[in-house]
């Protein structure tokens, strides 16, 4: 499941006349983006000669992208970092990692994990299964194992879940 290249954001527009890009990031926060000095746009290296939040956006320069029109062209691209540059504190997990785990309540499986929902009060694990979609809040009174290696993660549901 865990791959070399972690996907961290999308180019959405540009930003100026000098070759800026709008990042919309797909982490916990802009700021996070702005910590890296090199991004992988299409498998490639490319460096980052600037970067900054504004807003819930990130801006960027890329080295080589010097026009509007050049930035332009990289407009719906994915951008990319090495997750070995990257450390999370313990319990935290890149949701690249998390989809498609199998999901367990005691032993039985109930589905795969096929997205994370972000929420204002916590993250919410959309699972599918046999019997239907469920929602389940990704907090320490339902999850009680995420196993990375193995692929799965197991839950304690309450009725109605």
Same mark, same amino acid.
């Given at each position: 499941?865990? @791959?070399?290249?972690?996907? /961290?954001?999308?180019?959405?527009? *540009?930003?100026?006349?000098?070759?800026?890009?709008?990042?919309?990031?797909?982490? &916990?926060?802009?700021?996070?983006?702005?910590?890296?000095?090199?991004?992988? !746009?299409?498998? %490639?290296?490319?460096?980052?000669?600037?970067?900054?939040?504004?807003?819930?956006?990130?801006?960027?320069?890329? %080295?080589?992208? &010097? *026009?509007?029109?050049?930035?332009?062209?990289?407009? @719906?691209?994915? !951008?990319?970092?090495?997750?070995? #540059?990257?450390? !999370?504190?313990? #319990?935290?997990?890149?949701?690249?990692?998390?989809?498609?785990?199998?999901?367990? =309540?005691?032993?039985?499986?109930?589905?795969? !994990?096929? =997205?994370?929902?972000?929420?204002?009060?916590? =993250?919410?694990?959309?699972?599918?299964?046999?019997?239907?979609?469920?929602?389940?809040?990704?907090?320490?009174?339902?999850?009680?194992?995420? @196993?990375?290696?193995?692929?799965?993660?197991?839950?304690?549901? /309450?009725?109605?879940?």
């Amino acid at each position: 499941m865990a @791959d070399n290249l972690l996907e /961290i954001g999308q180019i959405v527009s *540009t930003h100026g006349v000098r070759g800026e890009v709008r990042v919309t990031p797909w982490c &916990d926060s802009p700021a996070f983006l702005t910590g890296f000095s090199t991004v992988y !746009l299409r498998g %490639a290296p490319v460096n980052v000669e600037s970067s900054r939040a504004h807003k819930n956006l990130v801006l960027m320069k890329l %080295a080589g992208i &010097d *026009t509007v029109e050049a930035a332009q062209a990289l407009r @719906d691209a994915v !951008l990319s970092i090495d997750r070995s #540059g990257v450390t !999370l504190p313990e #319990g935290r997990y890149f949701i690249q990692d998390l989809i498609g785990l199998a999901v367990y =309540d005691g032993a039985e499986h109930i589905g795969t !994990l096929t =997205d994370v929902l972000t929420m204002p009060a916590h =993250d919410v694990y959309q699972v599918r299964g046999e019997d239907g979609e469920r929602l389940i809040p990704a907090v320490p009174e339902f999850v009680n194992e995420i @196993d990375i290696p193995a692929g799965i993660m197991r839950v304690s549901l /309450i009725e109605g879940m």
